[in-house]
């Protein structure tokens, strides 16, 4: 089987726009990112259940696991609110190279996992809003199945967008399970951003129903609503909208809920664990003021304010994709502070 090619990490010359934001700033910003493992990508797939309701999960790596061999790390994928788990970490975008977040970080080593949330994608629906606490509750339900298949105890949390909001929520609930957080267009409180406030004018709609429309209209707004769409091949909102439609054109609303009428939800100073915040250079999700707030509170000194030049709030269907890939892999990879 032939190995996907991916555009190669840049070196650390080369990603230019990172910016200070006090101390700690380049935890993690270490070596380039190191060679690739050599295999086939492997992938399996499985279930866990919140009460009655099934929720699928998506394993990728290199390589089947085999019995009494070395386990390897484990990082956890955490969607957003408008796409399901394999149209955002496991795209396929024909001729247009490599969009699976899933198969870079398996072939960098590690062991990753994502799962589709309450009613998202393969999972099933309890018929709630799946709003970031109910993301929080199918975080705890699927993790045990995590752990009992990888034989680890910890797992690395990435999230985009909302997905970013549910993964800082769970490693506020269960620090114990949560190795290094990363959170890529993530929102704290919304003031100055422009498409929350969009959705703060809308919260009326947003709590009138538990779902919203997202069409494929919807879908490619996604791309253009930040007034950058050159940023983006214009294949990518194509590919999810052939991802996603089998599912239907409804999806929950309680995340969108959540980030115009309920923010703050997350406390910074409650994350125990490492942190990397990332931040596309023009993202209408959020500003630099909003998250800088967030990240000076956090009470690690493992942390990294990251900003990616020439992206916008969907780093990993950016052209600029294999910045966020750096970044995530030297995160991850860091070595651990030693007291002293």
Same mark, same amino acid.
């Given at each position: 089987m032939n190995k996907p090619k991916h555009p190669e990490p840049p070196t650390l010359a080369r990603r230019t726009v990172i910016k200070a934001a006090g101390a700690g700033l380049l935890a993690g910003i270490v070596a380039p990112a190191a060679a690739e493992p050599a295999g086939a990508i492997w992938s399996a797939e499985y279930w866990a259940k919140k009460g009655e309701v099934k929720l699928n999960l998506w394993r990728k790596r290199a390589g089947a696991p085999k019995p009494g061999e070395a386990a390897l790390p484990v990082v956890f994928l955490v969607h957003g609110s408008s796409n399901s788990a394999r149209s955002s970490y496991d795209l396929n975008v024909p001729g247009k190279g490599e969009y699976s977040l899933?198969?870079?970080? !398996?072939? @960098? #080593? @590690?062991d990753v996992w994502t799962m589709d949330h309450d009613g998202y994608g393969?999972?099933?629906s309890s018929g709630n809003n799946s709003d970031v606490a109910s993301g929080v509750e199918d975080l705890k339900a699927v993790i045990p199945v995590v752990m009992?298949? $990888?034989?680890?105890?910890? !797992?690395?949390?990435? #999230? $985009?967008s909302s997905g970013g909001i549910r993964a800082a929520a769970y490693a506020q609930a269960q620090p114990e399970r949560v190795g290094r957080l990363m959170l890529s267009a993530f929102t704290y409180k919304g003031n100055g951003a422009a498409e929350i406030e969009r959705r703060r004018k809308r919260i009326e709609q947003l709590r009138a129903s538990p779902r919203r429309k997202r069409d494929a209209t919807m879908i490619r707004s996604i791309f $253009?609503?930040? #007034?950058h769409p050159s940023f983006y091949d214009s294949a990518v909102p194509e590919a999810i909208i052939a991802a996603e439609m089998k599912f239907g054109d409804q999806i929950p609303s309680g995340t969108y809920l959540d980030m115009a009428a309920n923010l703050p939800i997350v406390d910074p100073k409650k994350i125990l664990s490492p942190v990397l915040m990332l931040r596309g250079e023009f993202d209408g999700n959020s500003t630099n003021d909003d998250l800088l707030d967030f990240y000076r509170q956090l009470p690690n000194g493992d942390r990294a304010f990251v900003i990616l030049p020439q992206t916008a709030h969907s780093p990993g269907y950016s052209k600029n994709r294999h910045l966020l890939y750096y970044a995530l892999h030297n995160f991850i990879a860091a070595p651990t502070p030693e007291a002293v």
């Open positions: 899933m198969n870079v970080l !398996a072939r @960098y #080593g @590690y393969y999972s099933g009992k298949e $990888t034989g680890q105890q910890k !797992a690395h949390f990435y #999230g $985009t $253009t609503r930040d #007034g």
